[in-house]
């Protein structure tokens, strides 16, 4: 009987510490995340993924982590298959374009951008983004005038860039 009562107590204490719900795995990563435990929160997205993968959230919040190990490929990756379920997830979209801005693949990071902005026309930091991609890519004009909206939109660090890049 106290055999069988301490197999229970066993079974039921495993089931609490490793069967964890979607919804766990995903705050777990998010708590990790917060924590700058980047290795962590991408084993958390990912368990959850496995049982979701119409997640949308995780894949994203799983390629900020990868983006935050410099893992930029990975959090293409990530952030593309958030695009794939809403084609309309304008931080993915955005955050795709950084990443690939961080790999220096300029013209992918500018159609990201141009993405972002056709769903939200006031998004600063895509303004001067793809103004830093087109100068980089010898696209003056164009990135001065992005520069220029983004000083419309309020940051004022895109007056710097136009005194750095378009006088």
């Known amino acids: 009987m106290k055999i069988t009562f301490l197999a229970i107590l ?21 708590a990790k995340s917060d924590l700058q435990d980047y290795y962590g929160a991408i084993s958390d997205f990912s ?9 949308k959230e995780s894949y994203y919040n ?6 935050n190990l410099a893992n930029y490929s990975g959090a293409i990756s990530d952030f593309t298959n958030a695009i794939s379920i ?8 955005y955050n795709r374009g950084v990443s690939k801005d961080k790999l220096k693949d300029y ?7 141009s993405m972002a902005i056709k769903i939200n026309p006031k998004k600063i930091e895509a303004y001067f ?6 100068i980089y890519l010898g696209q003056k004009e164009s990135g ?15 007056y710097e860039m136009i005194k750095k890049y378009c006088n």
């Open 10 to 30: 066993t079974f039921i204490a495993f089931i609490n510490c490793y069967c964890q719900t979607v919804e766990e795995y995903f705050n777990s990563g998010s």
């Open 47 to 55: 368990k959850e993924i496995e049982h979701n993968q119409k997640d």
């Open 62 to 67: 799983r390629g900020n982590a990868k983006y």
């Open 86 to 93: 809403d084609p309309n997830y304008e931080m993915a979209i």
């Open 107 to 113: 013209k992918g990071a500018i159609i990201d951008y």
């Open 129 to 134: 983004n793809r103004g830093l991609a087109e």
């Open 144 to 158: 001065c005038i992005d520069f220029s909206k983004a000083g419309e939109l309020g940051d004022v660090n895109a």
